[in-house]
């Protein structure tokens, strides 16, 4: 039950990531930087993610630990990578128990929820989960892909979501930032 309420605070978190207005406050970024992005590093989680130098960070809160914002927004909605991290209730959790929660916590909280498809994955060199669902919030309609990983009683879940319109130009670079997610 923890986990389920857990989850649910974590849907609304990035449900809420992609509308503008939020304030930003940048991250401390590494000097480093890989194919010409910037490096945040998140020593709480023992992780580190790159992202695209005209993409905005933003430090998240209470499970979103950080969401980078994509130039430009459609109806008000700027596409958005965040990567939620979280440690599990029961730390021999498996992933296929969490994606399970995950999802019906997607279908609970999104109006018009519909799953796409979910399919075996990688994330930071682990087991992964990949999904793709749409659904509104409030009138606007919505395409997510989220990858989902369990780590030594950690759950990692990076999440990109954008309007339909945004979706497919931005995909590329969002998958990129994905793939630079590396567990320490």
Do not use: K, N
Not at 35 to 40: I, N
């Amino acid at each position: 039950m923890r986990t389920r309420r857990a989850v649910s605070f974590l849907i609304l978190l990035v449900a809420g990531s992609a509308c503008v207005g939020a304030s930003p406050v940048p991250p401390a970024p590494s000097a480093a930087s890989s194919a010409g992005f910037l490096v945040f590093r998140d020593t709480s989680f023992g992780f580190r993610v790159g992202y695209p130098s005209d993409w905005a960070a933003q430090a998240g809160t209470e499970g979103t630990v950080v969401t980078v914002l994509a130039p430009g927004a459609t109806a008000g909605v700027r596409a958005s990578v965040s990567v939620l991290a979280q440690p599990l209730s029961d730390p021999s959790q498996t992933l296929d128990h969490f994606t399970d929660v995950w999802l019906t916590e997607q279908a609970r909280s999104i109006p018009g929820y519909h799953l796409v498809s979910s399919d075996p994955g990688v994330l930071a060199d682990r087991t992964a989960r990949r999904v793709v669902y749409t659904g509104q919030q409030g009138t606007i309609d919505l395409q997510w892909e989220a990858a989902l990983t369990v780590d030594r009683g950690r759950a990692f879940v990076l999440v990109f979501v954008a309007t339909p319109d945004q979706f497919l130009p931005l995909h590329a670079t969002a998958e990129a930032v994905i793939g630079s997610f590396a567990i320490d």
